[in-house]
């Protein structure tokens, strides 16, 4: 499986960007895709996941009501739409694919057996 993540920039605090995650490869009704963030000297952090079978959607608490993750399985495609953003959203953004998702690892990284390269998101006036 390879990711392809795409959308990143820089956006003002407020501001909203949408960020893509193009998938190719056989993914699975059991598989998830989720999103991590990081930042230098930082431990990769949960943004949020989806179920590629089920209706089954995570957040981390500091993004939630704020951003909103979607999916279609036509194009293999997850978005993340990201609202409100704050100047703490910024991170490079990887989106990554557990081709056996179980709900409650979902939120550790380390699980995530594919990987995107990242894309840059910048929140500053």
């Known amino acids: 499986v390879q990711l392809q993540a795409s959308g990143g920039g820089l956006v003002q605090p407020g501001g909203s960007l949408r960020l893509s995650c193009e998938i190719s490869g056989r993914i699975f009704s059991s598989s998830a895709v989720g999103w991590f963030r990081q930042t230098p000297g930082k431990e990769r952090e949960f943004v949020s996941a989806?179920?590629?079978?089920?209706?089954?959607?995570n957040y981390s608490a500091s993004v939630k009501d704020r951003f909103a993750i979607s999916r279609d399985n036509a194009k293999k495609t997850v978005f993340l739409q990201m609202n409100s953003l704050k100047p703490e959203d910024t991170a490079v953004y990887y989106c990554a694919v557990d081709l056996a998702s179980r709900p409650q690892t979902r939120y550790n990284w380390k699980v995530y057996t594919s990987w995107g390269q990242g894309t840059q998101v910048t929140v500053s006036s």
């Open positions: 989806i179920s590629w079978g089920t209706n089954s959607i």
